[in-house]
């Protein structure tokens, strides 16, 4: 047996993850993209519209695995890149605590948050982000919504598995909510 330690970072083939997926729980981090006036207060909600993990179209908030020796700083920023492009500048705090933690479940009866996939142990923050978010890779559009707007039911309605709870929460955390 060697005594050197593997170093690099790396993530699972298709196959293990997917072997990994069915016995333990995947830790994901999730973001809430806002923007913010001068005093902080949130003007708009981005929500993402992206093709869902059952093959519907649906709105969602920035949500991504932590991968393996990523701290989950760099987890948040890498998955906020990945969805609103490379220029969306998020300014993190500098010691970010997540506002909420949900779990989600094949079957939707567990927790009222599903990922038909998997167990899911998800980290939530809300993140003011200040540059240009343009969509990419899975990110089909990035609307830019009033926290009025977002909760309405229209709106709501566009929502699966959960994000829809997830959002209201993000809002109230926030008092955004009426």
Known sequence: ???QTETQQGWLTNEEIEIVRGRVPIVYVEAVPVRVDDQG???QVGLLLQAMPDGTISR?????RVLYRERLREALIRNIEKDLGSLALPKLPSCPTPF???EYFPNGDVSGYTDPRQHAVS???VVPVEGICEPSKATLDIAWLTPEEADSPEVRVEMTSGQDRLLR??????GCLP
Not at 60 to 64: E, I, R
Not at 169 to 174: D, E, G, P, Y
């Open 123 to 125: 980290l939530v923050y």
């Open 100 to 102: 909420t933690v949900v």
């Open 60 to 64: 969602s908030v920035v949500s991504g």
């Open 169 to 174: 929460l993000a809002l109230a955390h926030c």
């Open 1 to 3: 047996m060697s005594d």
């Open 41 to 43: 207060r949130i003007t």
